[in-house]
C-alpha cells in the first residue's frame, strides 16, 4: 500500500501498525514507540492528513492515500524554533517524548491551558511539564550557553551520560532502539518468555501472540506494616506500596554478530531502573544465532514486569529521630540505612513481587528522611553527598531552595530540580501500580501508573543557592524535600499514595 510521507510517494506492506511501519520500514525516528500499543503516551504522534494521530494503534492500512507527516517533515524552521525553545527552558531532558509532543503542539495557541490540555494526550518522567509549557508558551529563542557544562549538569543529576543540545528535543538524543542499523531483525518477549524474531515489532508481536496490557481492576496494596505491639513506640508511622520507576524509552539493545552490545543506557539514566545485563546478553546470543543484527525491544508491559522498583515498606519514627524500617528484601539496605540513619532498626520483610533496587532514585533514605523531617521544625533535607534542598507546599504551588555547589548550567539544574519535584509530588499523593499477593504485576499501561498530569501539577519554584560546596547531585534530595514538604501539607496521611484508594 502507499502513501505519502513528509512529502514523498511511499510504498510499505499493508500489515500492522503505522508506527512499525515509519520505524521498521522507513527508517523514522522521531516517532517512538513508548508503550506500543496502548496509545497512552504520545510519543509515537504523527500528523495524519494534517490532524495528531497515535501511530501505533493507527493500522497503517488506514493511511493509504493519506500524507503522513512526522517531524522530520516539519518546516526547518518551525522544527528548530521547537528545538531551541525546548533546549532554553530545559523542557526536553531524555528527548523521548519531546518529538511527538512538538508535532502536538504545532497547532495549539500558545496559552497555558491550551498547552495543558493538549499534554494531556501525553506523557514525560523527566520534566514535570512545567519547562515544556513555558517553551510553548514563552518559545523563547536560543541563547549563548555552555551546553557542556549543562550536560555534566545532566549526568549528575540523572546518573548516566546525557546530552544537553537542540537536536535532542527533535529525540536525537540516542536511544539504543534508534540506532540500531536497518537490516536489524527484532526480538521480543512472548508471553510464555520465549524470544520471538521478525522482520518488524508489529510481525514479532502478532507471531507471539502478545495482547496489550490492561489498567487492571486489582487494587493497590500495602504490603507492608507497622507491627500492632510496636505502633505505641512511634510519634508517625508512613507505609508504602508499588511504584513504577516509568521511564518513558523502553529497554532495548541491540547487537551485530560478534560484536558489543548498545543500550539500553544512552541518553539519560531512567532513576535507576534499567540494569538490564541480561538483555545486552541476549541481544549478543540471537545476533550470533541468526548471524544478523539483532535489536531486543521490551515493550511497556515487559518492562513494568521486570524493570526494578523502589522497595516497598513500613516505617516509624519516634520523636528524637530514630526508628525502623520494615522493608522488602532488597540487597544492600542494611548498609545504606548503616550509613545515612545509624539509629534506625532494619528489618527485611519478604514480599513476592517484581525486583526492587536501591538504585532507584534516593530509595529508602528519601523516606528516612521525610519521617525525620516530619517530627523536626526544620525543612531542609540533607543527601548522603551532603547535597541540601528545602521545601515547602502550600495551594499556591511548591517552592524549593537547594545548594549542591555550582550550578554549571541554571537552566538544566532548575529543569531537573522541577522534574524531581513533580516526581515526589506523584510519589506522595497518586502514584502506584497493583501487585497481588502472588507477585504478580496488574497494572501495566502508561496510564494506570498515577503520574501527574500537566494540569494537575502545580508550579514548582526553583531557588539554587551557590553554597560554596562541591559540585554534586542535588535532585534526589528535592524529591525527598518535597516529599517531606507534600506529606506535612497531606497532614502525615499514614500511607501513600495518600489520593488513592486501594483503586
Ligand atoms: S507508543 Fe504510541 S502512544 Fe505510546
Ligand atoms: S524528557 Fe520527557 S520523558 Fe524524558
Known sequence: MEFVLNGAPVSVPSEGTLLSA???????????????????????????????????????????????????GVDDDVRQGWADALCATGGSQCGFCTPGIIVRLLDVEPVKADVERALLAHMCRCTGWQTIVEAAVDRPQRRERDLDAAAERARIEGGASQRVAPHVALGRGGFADDSAPSDSLVAILAPSGERVVASSVSEARQLAGVVPGRRSTVGLTWPIDVPDDRQHEFVRTLRTTWVEPAYLEPDAVWCVPGGEPVGPLTNGGAFGGKTTQWLRDEARRLADEHDRPMRIVLSREDVVRRSAKRPPLAAGVRANGSGVLWVRTTPGVRELVATVAHDWEVIEVDVPGPPTSLGLRAAVWAEIAVLKASVTDHDRVFAPNGAWAEASSSGDGVSVRVGCGDALDDVTLRSYCIGAAHMALGWVRNEGIAVDARGTVHDLTIRSFGVLRAVDTPAIHIEVVDDGSAVRNVSDAVFAAVAAAEWRRAEFAPRWPCARDGR
Do not use: H, W
Not at 23 to 45: F, H, I, N, Y
Open 22 to 72: 515509519l520505524r521498521d520500514r522507513l527508517g523514522v525516528r522521531s516517532a517512538k514507540d513508548g508503550c506500543a500499543p496502548q496509545g497512552q503516551c504520545g510519543c509515537c504522534t504523527v500528523l495524519v492528513d494534517g490532524e495528531p494521530r497515535v501511530a501505533c494503534v493507527t493500522p497503517v492500512s488506514r493511511v493509504a492515500g493519506r500524507v503522513v507527516t512526522t517531524l522530520e
